[in-house]
């Protein structure tokens, strides 16, 4: 018997984990979804999901996220039980840092998958409940879509100074509250060349920019928080059709290889407000990659102290390949690392 063959049909018991995943990509932005081998997560929302494993499982996302099975970059989502009825299933996403509040290229890519398992037909509803509310999907094997949750704006044209330049910037929410900076105003460069930078200043912006407290969720006090920091350019896309370029720079200085989703969603809230985006209007929204997301809102609810927008987002994700990850209580090494 060859080693191949016998490696083909062995069997390493002396794990003291065992996860598996399948990994995918949205516009070139990973995810790790993790279906089987994570502990049971107690909680009747996802939020207090969230929670417990933060507090009782958080070595087994650096396991999955950090060196030497994933890297600075990766991106993950953790099926769980859904807590609404009527929902699919519900998810936790994470990240090198911790847990995200929404993830839409996460949410395009379960679209994808759902159908291209069989769970569900092409083009019929896929309900997912996520830390910040329930989401509507489909996918017809290709392409894949969402509404998203209630999206606006949450401060606009403020300004903040770093290393003696000032920045001006505004706030919307899209899932998580994200900063958005005109690239061209600032003479920023958002080619792919260009990504260390990128990461040095949006990592440094949001740090400058977060103890503001600009962000406050109108009912979750879980979701109060700067996510990330979104430059954005109408002048640097790579394709005439496209409308504008984002880049994102989240968590603990993660460069997005898509346009995001919940970014995505948060500029069509912030673009109604600057009245350039009605509602039913498509627009593209390139990634650091050229590749792109399609944005239309599909209604606007006037709240009493702020406008929200029911954002549509667009897009294909692919299947990458399966997994079985192992840990071996003796590894040394059992939370895993990163360097950047």
């Known amino acids: 018997m060859s080693f191949t063959s016998q490696l083909i049909k062995s069997r390493f018991d002396q794990a003291s984990y065992t996860l598996k995943s399948i990994d995918m990509h949205t516009a070139g932005e990973p995810l790790r979804v993790i279906y089987d081998g994570f502990p049971t997560l107690n909680g009747k929302t996802i939020l207090a999901k969230r929670q417990d494993c933060l507090e009782n499982h958080d070595q087994l996302r650096k396991l ?29 996403f994470i990240h090198n840092e911790g847990y ?20 569900k037909a092409p083009e019929t509803p896929i309900v997912i409940d996520t830390p910040a509310g329930k989401v509507i999907a489909q996918s017809d094997g290709e392409l894949s879509s969402f509404i998203n949750v209630a999206s606006f704006v949450a401060a606009s044209s403020e300004t903040i100074e770093l290393d003696s330049k000032k920045y001006c910037f505004d706030i919307a929410f899209g899932g998580a509250f994200y900063a958005f900076i005109n690239a061209d105003l600032h003479d920023i460069d958002l080619s792919e060349s260009n990504h260390n930078e990128l990461k040095r200043m949006g990592k440094a912006l949001k740090g400058v920019i977060d103890p503001l407290v600009l962000c406050v969720h109108p009912t979750e006090p879980q979701l109060s928080f700067l996510y990330g920091v979104i430059f954005y350019s109408d002048q640097q896309v790579a394709n005439s059709s496209s409308h504008s370029k984002h880049v994102c720079i989240f968590a603990d200085g993660e460069l997005d290889r898509s346009p995001t989703g919940t970014g995505v969603s948060a500029r069509a809230a912030l673009l109604y407000h600057q009245g350039e985006l009605p509602v039913a209007q498509s627009i593209l929204i390139e990634s650091i990659l050229g590749h792109t997301f399609t944005v239309q809102i599909e209604a606007v609810k006037h709240q009493t102290r702020r406008v929200e927008v029911s954002p549509k987002i667009s897009g294909c994700a692919f299947i990458t390949g399966q997994h079985t990850f192992m840990l071996d209580p003796s590894d040394p090494i059992q939370q895993g690392f990163l360097f950047k």
């Open 64 to 92: 999955l996220m950090l060196e030497p099975r994933g890297h600075a970059d990766m991106y993950g989502a953790l099926l769980v039980e859904p807590t609404n009825e009527g929902s699919d299933f519900g998810v936790l």
């Open 100 to 119: 995200s509040t929404m993830c839409g290229h996460a949410i395009l890519a379960l679209a994808k998958l759902a159908v291209a398992s069989r769970y």
